[in-house]
């Protein structure tokens, strides 16, 4: 008699995975293999994609909003710099909400039938976006040091960074993904929401010098603010702080923990919706 | 014995209703507990629950040792990935590590049939192909109690007989316990030791495998009503009116039925052969009882005759009988159920008799 699973209409709600076989990091792995390996499948590029997305996607932005703000070539460099340590982190941020907020209904079927933690399934898609993020790092590496920017403390202080982002986008990942199984109007709403995001974030542009009082707290409410900036922090070491940052970041982390808590109160339900 | 799964007043409440309700239930070590009922009587919902998909609204359930849940085993595939990676994210879901579902691919996929296609992607798998790598890879969990819900109905009928076999020999005969739900009463009846009826998500009954099957068909068929002699096979000018089972219905005694009808037209009943075909509850015939073989002949204008059993030559349980008349050697009038006996338990030629089911007994001479 190895086990014994006990459940009762009366257990509290926060006692979740007395139903599942496998733990939630075995699960998660499981997933990100598989999406991992389905990344860039029947493309003929492959891996090469998550080489060539980034760097059109800083040309693009850099030549548009150089010409549109009129950038002499000395504000070029330093708007460009500015853009691409702040670019990989959003690209994963926005990976992992998108991805994971849909993660549940796309996998229905599998959802259906096995009692596996369900959390796993945006975490997966975190694990994927780190990947491409990695990409990206490497990338930023190889640049910076072309242009004599490459400083040693990103090896410390981009881990923190990247932390950070990665528990900001899973709280609204786990929200998302929680909530859209009965109301799917979010994932309808959720691509236009971050593409709000991108322009009202701090990812293109400086970030702003707004108070947090008023309607200006709502900009420090964003997490990406804190993010976008503490990717300048980490590989540039640009002093950004201002002290509504810590607003931003609180916002990221209680988020995380608001959309873990949402996901597993509402997973009893899940399958009465799937 | 100790009990695998346990469960006190479960309920479950979907939409608002009830789809379970009061459900106590007891799975021993090593018992097969079949599940059958109509549906939407929640038999789905308790597997469900009891797999831990769905949490429970009312009362509470445990499980002693590791479960595995064949549920809807042939979807969920990936179309892009070989079977080979599906079966190893299945595995891992299911509760086995990567290492075991290697050491356990090789017979996964002999057992699915799908041994030499193993690295192809699953979109160029035929669906009976999805099907059955599914539910072996469900099956060959290491598991103490195996749930399955419905798998065997799909798939062609060589692999329902081979998974069925599997289960037999590999869960049944290991002493793992199963609970199955299926809508072929024959698999229930072949596999189970125990079944639970539900009906609109109550027990309505629990007990060995026949008498609980046999009384579950029972319910489906109305037993009273005939159809419309309008629409009842047959040339018609002879229609049979009742079947009167007057009985005693015990083994080794007489018995006494009747059969009346009516003669539209100046037909003449002396070439009547009126036979009444005993069968089980599920249709399968087991013996007859005719007129005319017995060499009675009837008057012209007789309008009913009556069937003296000396020794009823049936073991306990329930039977239907299959009523035809024919004349001149044409079929004049049937109705498939034309009435229902319950044979009690009776000594046989002056002896107990063994009754694991409703069977005909015969008259012996042994030398």
């Known amino acids: ?274 | 014995m100790v009990p695998r799964i346990e469960a006190t007043n479960l309920g479950k409440n979907l939409g608002g209703r009830w789809a379970l309700r009061r459900i106590d239930l007891r799975v021993g070590e090593g018992e097969v507990v079949g599940i059958v009922g109509a549906n939407g009587a929640g038999k789905s919902t308790l597997l469900k629950t009891l797999s831990g998909l769905l949490h429970p609204d009312e009362g509470s359930y445990r499980v002693h040792g590791s479960m595995a849940s064949l549920l809807e085993v042939g979807s969920g595939f990936h179309p892009d990935l070989s079977g080979r990676e599906n079966a190893y994210l299945r595995g891992v879901l299911l509760g086995m590590s990567r290492n075991q579902v290697a050491e356990l691919l090789p017979a996964i996929a002999e057992f699915a049939g799908v041994a030499d296609r193993l690295d192809e992607p699953v979109k160029f798998y035929s669906s009976g192909m999805q099907l059955r790598l599914g539910f072996s890879v469900a099956a060959h969990l290491p598991a103490d109690v195996l749930v399955v819900d419905e798998v065997l109905a799909v798939g062609d009928a060589a692999f329902q007989a081979k998974s069925l076999s599997f289960i037999e020999s590999n869960w049944r005969s290991s002493g793992r316990s199963v609970v199955y739900v299926a809508h072929q009463l024959s698999q229930v009846r072949r596999l189970c030791d125990r079944v639970l009826w539900l009906e609109d998500g109550v027990l309505r009954m629990d007990g060995p495998a026949d008498a609980v099957c046999d009384a579950y068909l029972a319910s489906q068929i109305d037993a009273t009503a005939w159809p419309e002699a309008s629409v009842r096979p047959g040339l018609g000018d002879v229609r049979a009116t009742e079947l009167r089972l007057e009985g005693p219905w015990v083994t080794g005694t007489p018995a006494r039925l009747t059969v009346t009808w009516s003669m539209s037209k100046p037909a003449s009943a002396k070439n009547l052969d009126v036979r009444l075909s005993v069968e089980r509850i599920d249709g399968s015939a087991l013996t007859l009882w005719s007129s005319l073989q017995s060499g009675w002949v009837l008057s012209e204008s007789a309008t009913g005759c009556a069937l003296e059993l000396p020794e009823l030559a049936l073991s306990s349980g329930r039977y239907r009988i299959h009523l035809r008349l024919f004349r001149n050697g044409l079929l004049e009038d049937e109705v498939p159920n034309a009435g229902q006996i319950e044979v009690q338990h009776g000594l046989w030629q002056g002896r107990d008799y063994p009754t694991p089911r409703p069977m005909a007994l015969q008259p012996q001479r042994w030398s």
């Open chain 1, 1 to 274: 008699m190895s086990k014994l699973r006990e459940v009762s209409a009366q257990d509290p709600w926060w006692k979740v995975g007395a139903g599942t076989a496998q733990s939630l990091q075995v699960v998660t792995l499981a997933f990100a293999r598989r999406d991992l390996k389905l990344r860039y499948t029947q493309t003929r590029l492959g891996w090469v994609w998550a080489v060539l997305q980034p760097l059109a996607l800083i040309t693009a932005l850099t030549l548009v909003l150089g010409r549109v703000f009129g950038l002499p070539p000395e504000g070029m460099r330093q708007f460009g710099l500015n853009l691409a340590v702040a670019l990989p982190g959003w690209i994963w941020f926005q990976f992992t909400v998108s991805q994971g907020a849909s993660s549940l209904i796309a996998n229905q079927a599998l959802v259906s039938k096995a009692a596996f933690p369900r959390a796993a399934l945006p975490t997966a898609k975190a694990v994927v976006g780190f990947a491409d993020f990695g990409v990206g790092c490497a990338l930023l590496i190889l640049g910076l040091a072309v242009v004599g920017e490459l400083q040693a403390m990103a090896l410390v202080r981009v881990p923190l960074a990247a932390a950070y982002t990665a528990l900001a986008s899973l709280g609204w990942a786990y929200f998302a993904a929680a909530v859209s199984v009965r109301r799917r109007d979010l994932l309808a709403v959720l691509p236009i929401l971050l593409q709000v995001l991108f322009f009202i974030s701090p990812i293109a542009l400086p970030s702003a010098n707004f108070q947090p009082k008023g309607w200006g707290i709502l900009y420090w409410l964003n997490p990406a603010v804190a993010m976008a900036d503490g990717f300048r922090w980490a590989w540039l070491g640009w002093d950004v702080w201002q002290p509504a940052h810590l607003i931003s970041a609180a916002s990221g982390v209680l988020g995380f923990f608001g959309g873990l808590l949402t996901l597993r109160w509402r997973s009893r339900r899940l399958n009465e919706f799937i």
